[in-house]
C-alpha cells in the first residue's frame, strides 16, 4: 500500500532554534500533503496543506512564517518550525490522499520537544 | 463548521468484553467517514471508511456502522492488542475537504 516515510521520529532542540522535518510517499506521488498537530489528548488539527510546485496554504491562526512548508517534489515535503519555542512542543503528523477507500495514508509522527 | 465528537473519551474493558464507541458527527454533506487506530506516539493507522447511512463494515473484531448522525465502532471479544486510540474523521462533500479530527477513545484492554 501506499506509504509516507517520516524522519525525525524525535527530535529535541533548543529554544530559538529550527528543525525540519521530512515526509516521503515511497511507492507513490504525493501532489498534496496534508500536515496536522496533536497535542495529548486532543484531536489531529489541520495546519497546512502543501501542494507540490505551489505555495503551501495555512489554516486560520497558524503562522506562515514560523511554520515553512516545501513541497518541491512529488514525493518530499517539509516542515520547517522556525525558532521554535517550548509551546511549540507537539506531535507533528503529515498526510497525503491515495485515493480510493482508505482516503489518506499518515506518516508516522514526529515528537517535537522544544527546551 | 463539521464537528466529530467521540465518547467516551477512555474506556477500560476487560479481555472478551465486548463494547462499542461513539462517534458523533455534524457535517455540511458527508463524503466519507473515517475510523483510525493510533498507538502511542504513532501516525493513524486506517481501519474503515464508510460513505451512507446504514453502511456496516466489518474486519476481524471491528465492526463499524453509521447513521446520519453518528457511527459506532463495536468491538466483539476485545484482546490486550486492540489496546489503542481509535479516531473519528469526517470529510464533507464540497469541492476542497480535508479531515476533521474527533478527539478519540482511549481503549484499554486488560488481560
Known amino acids: 500500500g501506499a506509504v509516507v516515510s517520516q524522519h525525525p521520529s524525535r527530535v529535541i532542540c533548543k529554544s530559538g532554534t529550527s528543525v525540519k522535518i521530512e515526509c516521503r510517499s515511497l511507492?507513490?506521488?504525493?501532489?498534496?500533503m496534508f500536515w496536522y498537530r496533536q497535542f495529548p489528548k486532543q484531536s489531529l488539527m489541520l495546519m497546512a496543506t502543501?501542494?507540490?510546485?505551489?505555495?503551501?496554504?495555512?489554516e486560520q491562526g497558524v503562522e506562515k512564517d514560523k511554520f515553512l512548508i516545501n513541497h518541491a517534489s512529488l514525493t518530499l515535503s517539509t516542515l520547517t518550525v522556525t525558532s521554535a519555542h517550548p509551546e511549540d512542543s507537539s506531535f507533528y503528523i503529515c498526510?497525503?490522499?491515495?485515493?480510493?477507500?482508505?482516503?489518506?495514508?499518515f506518516g508516522s509522527g514526529t515528537r517535537l520537544t522544544v527546551v | 463548521e463539521d464537528q466529530v465528537t467521540q465518547s467516551p473519551e477512555a474506556l477500560r474493558l476487560q479481555e472478551g468484553e465486548s463494547s462499542s464507541l461513539n462517534c458523533s458527527y455534524t457535517?455540511?454533506?458527508?463524503?466519507?467517514l473515517f475510523w483510525y487506530r493510533q498507538d502511542p506516539g504513532k501516525g493513524p493507522e486506517f481501519l474503515f471508511t464508510?460513505?451512507?447511512a446504514g453502511e456496516e463494515k466489518e474486519k476481524e473484531r471491528l465492526k463499524a456502522t453509521l447513521t446520519k448522525k453518528e457511527s459506532f465502532l463495536h468491538i466483539t471479544a476485545p484482546k490486550p492488542e486492540d489496546s489503542a486510540t481509535y479516531l473519528c474523521?469526517?470529510?464533507?462533500?464540497?469541492?476542497?475537504?480535508?479531515?476533521?479530527f474527533g478527539k478519540g477513545t482511549m481503549l484499554l484492554v486488560s488481560p
Open positions: 498526510s497525503a490522499p491515495v485515493g480510493g477507500e482508505n482516503g489518506y495514508t
Open positions: 511507492d507513490f506521488q504525493a501532489t498534496t
Open positions: 502543501s501542494n507540490e510546485g505551489s505555495k503551501a496554504t495555512y
Open positions: 457535517v455540511s454533506g458527508l463524503r466519507g
Open positions: 464508510l460513505y451512507s
Open positions: 474523521a469526517v470529510q464533507a462533500n464540497s469541492g476542497y475537504s480535508t479531515l476533521t
